[in-house]
């Protein structure tokens, strides 16, 4: 079966300085990779997805970067935090396949930039 | 540009009644709906989908009505109960296994 793993759970940061969450999937291969993030009191905002190794497409411009450096592994990364940084990080993969849009989710990260 | 709505933030509703959510969108060439459940502090958790070629998909208390000429669609529980109280997210893929574009969310009470 397929697991998706994301770290860490919850993460308190000082403005400026830098952020590295990590995600990955086991059980499957080449799957689409995605970061999403709500921030307080809105809806799933998607940051980022990738439809392979080193192919990364940017949804929304930001302080935030992401990379695939292997298949089913999806890193979502800023040099230095602001305060509009903080919220709820989700990773999520699908297959990407015709007919297989269900995304799966994983447990999320919570960061709070001070 | 919010592609996909829901207009309604939260909703109240008893238990064993009908619990309806809405979700509007924009963009008419999507071709895929979904609803997730969100617990605050874990990811959200599929709950059912349909396609565009459909106008129904049923799955036990759930049921997702698509309406395409007025790009609508709603999820019913029924009977609610009080374990679905939760975040209830719309979304919508513009090509069967690709991105998902999420709604702002309904929070939904059900209450004993």
């Known amino acids: 079966s397929q697991t998706i793993h994301q770290w860490p759970a919850t993460l308190v940061q000082p403005v400026g300085s830098p952020l590295s969450l990590e995600c990955t999937v086991e059980g499957t291969s080449n799957p689409n990779l995605y970061w999403y993030r709500q921030a307080a009191g809105r809806g799933l905002q998607l940051l980022f997805y990738s439809v392979g190794i080193g192919q990364i497409s940017s949804e929304v411009p930001q302080n935030l970067s992401a990379s695939r450096p292997q298949d089913r592994q999806f890193i979502l990364s800023s040099k230095k935090l602001l305060l509009s940084d903080s919220g709820f990080y989700l990773c999520?993969?699908?297959?990407?396949?015709?007919?297989?849009?269900?995304?799966?989710f994983g447990q999320g990260t919570r960061l709070t930039v001070v | 540009d919010q592609q996909v709505k829901q207009n309604s933030p939260s909703l109240s509703v008893q238990e064993g009644r009908i619990s309806i959510l809405n979700c509007d969108y924009t963009?008419?060439?999507?071709?895929?709906f979904l609803w997730y459940k969100k617990y605050p502090a874990e990811g959200p958790t599929f709950l059912i989908s349909?396609?565009?070629?459909?106008d129904k998909n049923e799955d036990g208390r759930f049921t997702v009505f698509l309406n395409k000429s007025a790009k609508h669609l709603s999820l019913h529980i029924v009977p609610s109960q009080p374990g679905d109280s939760a975040v209830y997210f719309c979304?919508?893929?513009?090509?069967?296994?690709?991105?998902?574009?999420f709604g702002q969310g309904t929070e939904l009470s059900v209450k004993p």
């Open positions: 963009n008419s060439m999507f071709d895929y």
């Open positions: 999520a993969w699908n297959r990407g396949a015709l007919g297989n849009t269900e995304a799966f």
């Open positions: 349909i396609s565009s070629i459909k």
């Open positions: 979304a919508a893929s513009l090509d069967q296994g690709g991105k998902l574009i």
